[in-house]
């Protein structure tokens, strides 16, 4: 019965990640569109408002998922997030008013991944983690590429203010999902510690355990090369293919569907070893996908490189997430799965940041062959690193 139980809440919490990223990927898609007449800056802007809080809030976010309930704490992130949207309709006229709004967003995020990733142990078993990793990503990963494919039309058909009401109601969709999942992770009472060092000991645990601290960086840097592929990729698709929206959109419905795979295939991974392997290999194996539409610059051929960089991205996420669980006492995994998820956004905002000036340097393809071998490098390294680790010791933190 507990089986059945688990399988139903699994499910409950991986549609409504589906549902939440699909009004997500619709939001950036129509904010995008709607600030750009505000200049280069203001696309920025919107899109790394929402990544501040993730990174910067993570000591607080990770301790509130280790204090409080995290299935009530990700219905009150939904909650949270399903306001911000409704405000962000009423100061669509002020830019400075739009990005404040969506660093509120971002505290709703800051919480409800950690909260997810914390409570699908509870919801799974220790022993069956993977699995609930891979219908997360799963979920997430269908509802982006869904929202992707929906965000023009939408506007086009209700315009900004009805399509960034749609993303209000599927983060009140997934709060009424939560409610009925049954599964709570409740921390409360396990641990007296208070004050800054309770705040910091997810990010202490990151630098203090090897696992944790060659995956970090091992993703950090993958990360960094992904944002530069991605900001190279309308360049690359304008410049070099000669492409325009469809072959846009086609490669990045690719990249989705890798994702969608990756995610699958990361579901038999589940011992330190095999996770500690699938994860170096796919970083090196995504750096591969990154180097293919550089070297061969076709639109079939930069599609299946997208395939392939996608489904390594997929196995990253589940693969991560994994070590994290396993690496982390329970106690400090709210705090553990925020910190990490604080560096790779940091690495995210710094690849964005810094592609546009690699891509006005080097150009798309080359910006392609640099993210390709410095990913691919990484992975190398990782694999190399952790295979001087001993994956039965933990680092204590205090």
Not at 295 to 321: D, E, K, M, R
């Amino acid at each position: 019965m507990a089986g059945v139980r688990g399988t139903r809440d699994l499910a409950l919490v991986a549609s409504g990640a589906a549902v939440s990223l699909f009004g997500t990927a619709i939001t950036l898609i129509v904010l995008l569109l709607h600030v750009k007449d505000f200049g280069s800056y203001a696309v920025v802007g919107v899109l790394i408002a929402e990544f501040v809080p993730v990174s910067l809030a993570a000591p607080l976010a990770g301790l509130l998922v280790d204090r409080l309930p995290n299935r009530r704490l990700m219905i009150a992130g939904q909650l949270l997030q399903a306001g911000a949207v409704i405000v962000v309709t009423t100061v669509l006229h002020s830019l400075p008013l739009i990005l404040v709004t969506l660093v509120v967003l971002g505290c709703g995020t800051a919480v409800v991944n950690p909260a997810a990733a914390a409570l699908i142990p509870a919801i799974c078993g220790e022993d069956r983690s993977a699995r609930g990793y891979s219908w997360l990503a799963f979920g997430r990963g269908t509802g982006m590429l869904a929202g992707s494919a929906a965000g023009g039309l939408l506007v086009a058909a209700l315009g900004t203010r009805d399509a960034l009401l749609v993303d209000a109601g599927t983060y009140l969709a997934q709060a009424a999902l939560l409610s009925f999942v049954r599964t709570e992770r409740d921390p409360r009472g396990r641990e007296r510690q208070t004050g800054r060092d309770a705040a910091t000991a997810g990010l202490r645990l990151l630098a203090a355990d090897p696992v944790l601290r060659v995956a970090t960086v091992c993703l950090a840097v993958a990360c960094v090369g992904v944002m530069f592929a991605d900001v190279a990729t309308v360049f690359y698709v304008t410049g070099v293919l000669g492409g325009g929206a469809a072959t846009l959109g086609l490669l990045h419905a690719c990249w989705m569907l890798g994702v969608l795979t990756g995610a699958r295939v990361a579901v038999r991974l589940t011992s330190q070893r095999a996770l500690l392997l699938g994860l170096g290999t796919a970083c090196a194996v995504m750096g591969v996908g990154m180097l293919i539409p550089a070297a061969l610059p076709f639109t079939a051929l930069a599609a299946l490189g997208y395939i392939v960089g996608g489904a390594a991205n997929g196995v990253q996420s589940v693969t991560n997430q994994g070590i994290v669980r396993a690496r982390s006492p329970e106690h400090l995994r709210g705090r553990a799965f925020a910190a990490a998820g604080a560096v790779l956004v940091g690495a995210n905002v710094l690849g964005t940041v810094l592609g546009g000036a690699v891509v006005a340097l080097m150009g798309p393809r080359q910006t392609f062959v640099l993210a390709g071998i410095a990913t691919l490098a990484a992975g190398v390294a990782a694999l190399l690193a952790l295979r001087a680790v001993d994956t039965t010791k933990t680092a204590p933190v205090t």
